[in-house]
């Protein structure tokens, strides 16, 4: 297990400097400020329609924010955020014809990690399923394949939206386990939920949105 | 990391089936319907065979530009190789490799035989592959780009029909005065070269205007 989580020896800090996320005109949260480091868990929470998965998007780099900045410093130093950043969104990214193993291998080899690949899926306990197509996956299976890509990634700040949705007690168990593991080991987890759950237990942050 | 994107395409192309051959059976349909439509006589069909196999290339490959792009925007899979740190560049060349294999070699694949059932002469068909072979590069990068621009527009076919067929326009001019003003000696007259320059102007100038569209897409 302990080559999957790399021990993250670099500080790692997120600056979000009065950051401000509209949708078509509508403003959605304005003035944003925080700073995200090494061993923190943040959690989103907030209604439906709130922004928080703008939030996560923003911080990810896939959406222009109005204004406002978000930096990304190793020991610090700037970079971008595409070396740092494993970003789960709500709804899954699979390949429908794919089968487990060839999608997960894929994303091993974007990330130059194809080693990886056996342990992984052994991790998540979809070894024995790994010739599946990913259109035959239920809920859960689906949820753990999209774990295994994000410890694929290893990459040090992982962005989840919404993980537990739809996710049994042995899944919820398994999702607390990865995201302890990775901060323990110097990682940065931000999650969007609704869910209260045991990650809630170690150093947390919690950004609580509400309306203007 | 190109040839994983080109694999990963042409995998999932070969497992969907009917995107694949949506674009053969057009084809074939069109000269079918053209053939009967046009009499179905021989002396009538065989000056216009080059033309209704260049125009039924083009149409069947206009109908396929839509999917480029558009599903992995959607699935959310483009902004997964941006984080996975792969420039819109890249992606471009892969898409437009892997558009060429899965949507127009099967359709130049089957040209020798709608020729042979059209009853071309042999030295037709030979220029005829030529030139389509030739044409290939800017068939495929006209798609990729206008595919580029569409991706987030719902319904983008009417869109991507209206970019591109000014772009496809001289490609079918030349592609046909080339098969022409071919002689028995040699195939390489001054049409063709001209055609030889479109599909480089295409590779020159679409790849690197399909990556700045589809960046400003991504963001």
């Known amino acids: 297990m302990k080559n999957l989580f790399p021990l993250i020896k670099k500080e790692i800090r997120i600056e979000i400097n009065g950051v401000s996320v509209s949708r078509g005109n509508q403003l959605l949260f304005k003035n944003l400020t925080s700073t995200i480091t090494n061993h923190d868990v943040v959690i989103v929470r907030g209604d439906n329609g709130i922004g928080k998965t703008s939030l996560l998007e923003a911080i990810s780099g896939l959406l222009t924010y109005s204004s406002g900045k978000i930096k990304f410093l190793i020991s610090e130093k700037r970079t971008s955020f595409k070396n740092l950043i494993a970003y789960q969104p709500s709804s899954s990214y699979c390949k429908t014809l794919l089968t487990i193993n060839e999608e997960l291998t894929f994303w091993a080899n974007i990330h130059n990690n194809s080693s990886l690949v056996d342990d992984v899926l052994k991790f998540v306990n979809l070894h024995g399923v790994f010739n599946l197509k990913t259109q035959n996956l239920s809920t859960g299976q689906r949820k753990r394949l999209e774990i295994a890509k994000v410890i694929i990634t290893q990459k040090p700040i992982w962005i989840f939206d919404e993980p537990y949705a739809g996710m049994d007690d042995n899944g919820v168990e398994l999702i607390d386990t990865v995201l302890k593991e990775h901060v323990s080991r110097g990682g940065i987890v931000i999650l969007a939920s609704h869910k209260h759950t045991k990650i809630e237990k170690i150093q947390t942050k919690i950004i609580n949105m509400k309306a203007n | ?219």
Request: hydrophobic share 55%; charged share 10%; aromatic share 8%.
């Open chain 2, 1 to 219: 990391m190109i040839l994983n994107l080109i694999k990963r395409d042409i995998v999932i192309a070969s497992r969907s089936g009917g995107s694949v051959l949506n674009g053969l059976i057009f084809f074939c349909l069109f000269i079918a319907l053209a053939s009967i439509s046009l009499g179905g006589t021989s002396d009538v069909l065989k000056p216009l065979s080059p033309a209704l196999i260049w125009l039924a290339i083009v149409f069947s490959t206009m109908l396929s530009y839509q999917n480029i792009f558009q599903e992995d925007y959607k699935d959310g899979n483009l902004s997964q190789l941006r984080l996975g740190g792969i420039s819109a560049l890249n992606i471009c060349i892969a898409k437009s490799i892997s558009f060429s294999i899965q949507s127009i070699l099967p359709l130049i694949l089957s040209v020798p035989i709608v020729a042979i059932l059209l009853n071309m002469p042999l030295s037709e068909i030979k220029t005829i592959m030529a030139t389509l072979i030739i044409a290939t590069p800017g068939l495929t990068v006209y798609g990729v780009f206008s595919s580029a621009i569409a991706a987030k527009i719902p319904g983008g076919s009417f869109f991507i029909v209206l970019i591109t067929s000014p772009f496809l326009i001289p490609l079918l001019i030349f592609g046909l005065e080339s098969m022409n003003s071919a002689s028995d000696v040699s195939i390489f007259n001054s049409e063709l070269r001209v055609l030889i320059g479109l599909s480089l102007i295409a590779i020159a100038i679409g790849l690197p205007a399909s990556a700045a569209a589809l960046k400003t897409n991504m963001e």
